[in-house]
């Protein structure tokens, strides 16, 4: 396969579900997992391989153990050199920046550090959350967030599925209208706020100040940015699109126009969700999904 047909993607934390990292404990990959604990003081391994659902949720646990188990992958799989575009989504981005050599290792476990934490204290002071609506469309999420006041649009994730912040009381009340608004279900996410919505604006000044302490540099691979979509090769740009993202909605859909024909995709996480989302918006793409050591043969071919 051509160099700049490869394509690595990285999960955000609702990728997560407890076990997740037991397969990969005795890889020598997890090394990853282990260096990330050390340097944030915080028991990575447990929260992978023994963590409970509750304790997997919290905002900072959660970022943390999604970027750290995501990397893992990515050692293993020994492609990151390969690869001629590289994007995640929502936290997966902060994976895909360090993944690219555009910010180092120990500075990008810093940002996500930060931003779970700046995200944490903004849910904790604006509690919130998001919902999934299936059906419908962008028009008609759109309207409910005029209609019920407090809603925002979060991830636009494919044909489908629109996924919308807001307060609790606003998605009861988006969750009961629903299907009068357009949609065929509207399905709660087990998150810990309303992420890229107008409510984490509070945790954009401490993340501004780690992004502007961090040095980025050239990538190699081409990175495509959540907020609209298009490849970014200027490192200058970054530290705003990531800033952006915080309170603007991921607009996966558009991430994965702008791949190229025919391309291969690495999933580096568990569960597959981005490798479901990128099959109802390209059937030109293969999707592989590496969650556990005995997948990675399924990489045989792609280099």
Excluded at 80 to 92: N, R, V, Y
Excluded at 117 to 143: F, H, K, N, R, Y
Aim: with cysteine; net charge negative.
């Amino acid at each position: 396969m051509a160099h700049g047909e490869l394509v690595a993607a990285f999960p955000g934390q609702g990728s997560l579900a407890p076990g997740v990292g037991a397969p990969w404990l005795h890889h020598v990959a997890f090394d990853a997992v282990l260096s990330v604990a050390e340097a944030t003081g915080t028991d990575l391994a447990g929260l992978l391989v023994d963590g409970t659902e509750d304790e997997l949720v919290s905002t900072r646990n959660a970022q943390l153990a999604t970027f750290a188990l995501s990397l893992c992958i990515l050692d293993a799989t020994g492609i990151a050199e390969q690869c001629g575009w590289m994007l995640g989504h929502s936290l997966g981005e902060y994976t895909a920046v360090v993944a690219s050599s555009m910010v180092s290792r120990a500075e990008g476990v810093r940002l996500v550090d930060a931003r779970g934490t700046a995200m944490l204290e903004a849910s904790s002071a604006q509690p919130g959350g998001l919902v999934a609506l299936i059906g419908g469309d962008a028009a008609a999420a759109s309207a409910a967030c005029e209609l019920i006041p407090g809603l925002a649009v979060a991830n636009h994730n494919g044909p489908g599925q629109i996924v919308i912040g807001g307060p609790d009381g606003a998605l009861d009340e988006l969750g009961a209208r629903a299907k009068e608004l357009g949609f065929r279900r509207a399905i709660p996410l087990r998150v810990g706020g309303a992420f890229h919505t107008p409510l984490m604006a509070p945790a954009a000044m401490p993340l501004r100040a780690a992004l502007d302490s961090t040095t980025f540099s050239a990538a190699r691979a081409t990175l495509v940015a959540n907020v609209d979509g298009a490849a970014h090769p200027d490192p200058a740009d970054w530290p705003r699109l990531l800033e952006r993202q915080l309170t603007e909605p991921v607009n996966w859909e558009r991430c994965i126009s702008t791949l190229p024909l025919g391309a291969t995709v690495v999933e580096c996480g568990p569960g597959g969700v981005l490798a479901g989302l990128i099959r109802r918006i390209r059937d030109d793409l293969r999707c592989v999904v590496i969650s556990a050591p005995q997948d990675l043969d399924q990489l045989e071919g792609t280099s």
